[in-house]
């Protein structure tokens, strides 16, 4: 059986000698993988935290050999569980002179369950005195040398189990990242808010400007897209009476790869009727708080050496305003599109002829403002050419009820009060069928059966989406989106450019 797994000769010396070894054992009636089930009683961490009520105590525990010191009749090694690594006393006339050999045998790799007594050696370590020791699963792979790990960063991207293995640190993001989102949900069921789920496949994916993957239904001979937001679908239980709703869900918009972008990841959108973007704003610092402080303890962040403190009131500023502290343009002041024009050529800020004078706003915001919005910010007041499906402003209808949240100078979250006017909906509409109409990829559909709701009325509505990933990068001071991602988008190894 073995020796049909892999053809010898594509092995490596260590691989053919790990075959021969599963062989042996197969010949022998003793094939790991036939075994189906172990009893765990503890973790490493329960031993080491628990250990006054567990010294001298039975305990049974399985995990990844990471080490052996083989010292005659008795050995020590460690296992690597879910929660770090335990020392394991290995005595021949404990676990029989059979079991004995078959341990000096195992390899790094291996998966093996342990059944003990736990003690402290001489030199204080808490360890688990093995009375028997079994052969779990087969490592037929070696794992990478302990000292420098899994260290190439690629790799580590496309191969995560061993980089979960290799790299504690690894596996620490992750459990953070889900206790991350357990937090949320948590918050949320206790505002009240009802999790809802809604579809992927969409013939017409709106709700954000982003360019979406296409695909074909074979079964309605029909083309569908990938969802590239939650937003739509949402609003439409709001107009049902789900007067809080949320969903946390994957998104795909077909752009590039970079430190903080993935064509899939994890998107949170919220809505509640009766409230507006200050009441958003207000929702989004205390969701803030608490999951800061449920899952590092602490309402301060330190990433890349640079602290943000969410336990002081957010800042709150206009884009208008934004703009002309960081910029000196006061755009107040510019009442025409050729004005604006005419500042952005001064400040050397490239426009495409399509953009009016909102756009040009938004392009002065990027360039001066983003990278400045440290501290927790939330940035108001947006210029209705760039949102289309945000009420406007009742005082100034050239600007709408919306915010960005920033930190660190990300946007983290993009809310507003949410249009619930048809007829000026489907205006909007019109005018991104324009945009779209001019070359830009990334404009909003007309969607019929979005707009036969907004018909129906929906109540006053305020409205958020928050980036996930990005959030999880933040609390656990990671460097890139990738490593947040479990399994991030990869550039396929039989391309041509990757291999060269």
Same mark, same amino acid.
């Given at each position: 059986m073995a020796d049909q797994i892999s053809n010898a000769q594509d092995l490596s010396e260590q691989e053919q000698i790990r075959r021969e070894?599963?062989?042996?054992?197969?010949?022998?009636?003793?094939?790991?993988?036939?075994?189906?089930?172990?009893?765990?009683?503890?973790?490493?961490?329960?031993?080491?935290?628990?250990?006054?009520?567990?010294?001298?105590?039975?305990?049974? !525990?399985?995990?990844?050999?990471?080490?052996?010191?083989?010292?005659?009749?008795?050995?020590?090694?460690?296992?690597?569980?879910?929660?770090?690594?335990?020392?394991?006393?290995?005595?021949?006339?404990?676990?029989?002179?059979?079991?004995?050999?078959?341990?000096?045998?195992?390899?790094?790799?291996?998966?093996?369950?342990?059944?003990?007594?736990?003690?402290?050696?001489?030199?204080?370590?808490?360890?688990?005195?093995?009375?028997?020791?079994?052969?779990?699963?087969?490592?037929l792979k070696p794992l990478p040398e302990k000292f420098h790990g899994l260290t190439?960063?690629?790799?580590?991207? =496309?191969? =995560?189990?061993?980089?979960?293995?290799?790299?504690?640190?690894?596996?620490?993001?992750?459990?953070?990242?889900?206790?991350?989102?357990?937090?949320? /949900?948590?918050?949320?069921?206790?505002?009240?808010?009802?999790?809802?789920?809604?579809?992927?496949?969409?013939?017409?994916?709106?709700?954000?400007?982003?360019?979406?993957?296409?695909?074909?239904?074979?079964?309605?001979?029909?083309?569908f897209k990938l969802r590239i937001s939650l937003e739509l679908y949402l609003k439409r239980l709001i107009v049902g009476g789900l007067e809080r709703v949320y969903e946390i869900g994957r998104v795909f918009r077909n752009e590039g790869l970079d430190t903080r972008h993935n064509p899939e990841f994890t998107l949170?959108?919220?809505?509640?009727?009766?409230?507006?973007?200050?009441?958003?704003?207000?929702?989004?610092?205390?969701?803030?708080?608490?999951?800061?402080?449920?899952?590092?303890?602490?309402?301060?962040?330190?990433?890349?050496?640079?602290?943000?403190? !969410?336990?002081?009131?957010?800042? =709150?500023?206009?884009?208008?305003?934004?703009?002309?502290?960081?910029?000196?343009?006061?755009?107040?002041?510019?009442?025409?599109?050729?004005?604006? /024009?005419?500042?952005?050529?001064?400040?050397?800020i490239e426009y495409e002829e399509r953009h009016k004078k909102g756009d040009i706003l938004n392009l002065f915001f990027e360039t001066y403002v983003e990278e400045h919005l440290i501290q927790p910010t939330f940035v108001m007041d947006h210029p209705v050419e760039i949102s289309p499906l945000t009420k406007r402003k009742p005082e100034d209808p050239d600007y709408v009820e919306r915010f960005e949240f920033f930190m660190n100078g990300w946007e983290m979250a993009n809310a507003y009060s949410e249009l619930n006017d048809p007829i000026d909906q489907r205006a909007r509409f019109a005018a991104q069928e324009e945009q779209f109409a001019q070359g830009d990829e990334e404009a909003n559909h007309t969607d019929e059966d979005f707009l036969n709701a907004l018909e129906i009325g929906m109540p006053p509505t305020g409205g958020i989406g928050y980036g996930i990933d990005r959030m999880c990068m933040l609390l656990t001071d990671s460097a890139a989106i990738r490593d947040v991602l479990l399994f991030p988008t990869m550039k396929s190894l039989d391309r041509k450019d990757d291999a060269q």
């Open positions: 070894k599963l062989k042996a054992l197969q010949e022998a009636g003793k094939d790991p993988y036939r075994i189906t089930r172990f009893e765990v009683t503890h973790h490493s961490e329960e031993i080491r935290n628990g250990f006054d009520a567990l010294e001298g105590r039975e305990v049974s !525990l399985a995990g990844r050999l990471m080490s052996k010191r083989i010292m005659g009749k008795a050995s020590f090694c460690h296992v690597q569980d879910l929660q770090g690594m335990m020392q394991v006393y290995v005595a021949r006339d404990a676990v029989g002179e059979e079991t004995y050999a078959e341990f000096k045998k195992d390899d790094i790799g291996d998966l093996v369950g342990i059944r003990g007594t736990v003690f402290k050696t001489k030199t204080g370590e808490i360890t688990v005195h093995a009375v028997s020791f079994t052969l779990l699963s087969k490592s190439n960063v690629d790799l580590r991207y =496309r191969q =995560r189990y061993v980089d979960l293995i290799m790299n504690p640190e690894s596996k620490d993001t992750f459990i953070k990242r889900s206790r991350i989102l357990s937090a949320i /949900r948590r918050y949320l069921d206790g505002q009240g808010f009802m999790e809802v789920e809604t579809p992927m496949l969409v013939a017409n994916a709106g709700g954000a400007a982003a360019r979406p993957f296409e695909t074909h239904f074979n079964a309605l001979d029909e083309d949170m959108e919220l809505y509640q009727a009766y409230t507006d973007y200050h009441g958003m704003m207000d929702l989004t610092e205390n969701m803030y708080r608490y999951v800061a402080q449920e899952v590092l303890g602490t309402t301060t962040i330190v990433y890349n050496g640079v602290t943000m403190d !969410l336990g002081k009131p957010f800042a =709150r500023i206009t884009m208008k305003d934004a703009v002309k502290q960081y910029s000196g343009v006061d755009f107040d002041q510019i009442h025409t599109i050729e004005e604006a /024009r005419a500042a952005a050529k001064e400040h050397h």
